[in-house]
């Protein structure tokens, strides 16, 4: 069996990654924590190394991964923005380096729709500057190990920090929260559930060879675009919630993105299709929480 390193595997996409693709897999991992984690259901414990440098290498250097993920990142920190230039651009750039060193056939590294080029949306701002500079630095140092860049658009399933946008409303909705603040709610969103984003990590695996071009990038979406007043009015009926969603209470953010869809063709051109729409995944996340 072929071997993945997973870095980031105790966040929200790293560990889903893990448990899916455990079963045709030997998955190993890397975080700040490297404690041993059990996958659930799985009945199979993986190893964790520090990402730490020297840590790093020695997992390279034992193991000979055959392909590497990248799916750590920091979002926002209070004070310094040294984490997050730690996280989202010299970790990526050190695990492809090391990937070049030993051999791996294909590097993939999670970015985000927030990584427009636009440079007018503040919201998170240091976090979509960091990941702009990673894939700057990547096309610099790209060698014979190939790269695929994952755009990832609105992501969202169970396990997800409560922090997150749409698990923050779930939650929300959930404890019949009297009133809901939000936007007028007419941006739209291509909203993906978290394990068809996992399913077109899996198909590149799968579809490495056929991969030729030595920097790669891929949107993953479902294609299709709705609104945020249309979503949390769906997730609202799901769940019978006695909350009032009060649309147009809050203004838009400064240089608010207004339309995203991802273009999924060359996603598709590999096999891949999204297979949860989002009543589905609503639904799923929506009994994860409630359990």
């Not at 190893?47 to 799916?71: C, G, L, M, P, R």
């Not at 077109?200 to 294609?223: M, P």
Request: a neutral charge; one cysteine or more.
């Amino acid at each position: 069996m072929e071997k993945v390193l997973i870095a980031g595997i105790k966040g929200f996409l790293g560990r889903r990654l893990a448990t899916i693709l455990n079963d045709h897999y030997i998955i190993f991992g890397l975080d700040r924590d490297n404690s041993i984690i059990n996958l659930a259901h799985k009945n199979k414990e993986i190893i964790i190394y520090e990402s730490t440098e020297d840590s790093i290498e020695q997992a390279f250097f034992e193991h000979k991964f055959d392909f590497v993920i990248n799916a750590a990142t920091v979002y926002k920190v209070e004070g310094s923005i040294i984490p997050i230039i730690q996280s989202n651009v010299i970790l990526p750039v050190y695990l492809y380096e090391l990937s070049e060193k030993y051999n791996a056939k294909l590097f993939i590294n999670s970015d985000t729709f927030f990584n427009t080029g636009l440079r007018n949306y503040d919201y998170l701002s240091e976090y979509t500057y960091s990941k702009e500079d990673c894939i700057n630095w990547l096309n610099i140092v790209k060698g014979n190990c190939k790269i695929a860049n994952m755009k990832i658009f609105h992501m969202f399933g169970p396990n997800d920090n409560p922090n997150k946008f749409i698990q923050n409303i779930l939650i929300r909705l959930l404890n019949n929260e009297r009133f809901i603040n939000l936007t007028p709610g007419n941006q739209k969103r291509d909203f993906i559930f978290v394990d068809d984003v996992v399913n077109a990590y899996r198909v590149l695996l799968e579809k490495n060879e056929v991969i030729h071009d030595k920097f790669s990038q891929f949107e993953v979406g479902t294609g299709v675009d709705t609104s945020l007043k249309k979503a949390l009015g769906l997730a609202l009926r799901l769940i019978n919630s006695k909350s009032e969603l009060r649309f147009g209470a809050l203004d838009y953010r400064d240089g608010e993105i207004m339309k995203s869809k991802a273009n999924i063709g060359s996603l598709v051109q590999l096999g891949w299709l999204p297979n949860y729409t989002l009543a589905d995944g609503l639904k799923i996340t929506i009994d994860s929480l409630k359990s």
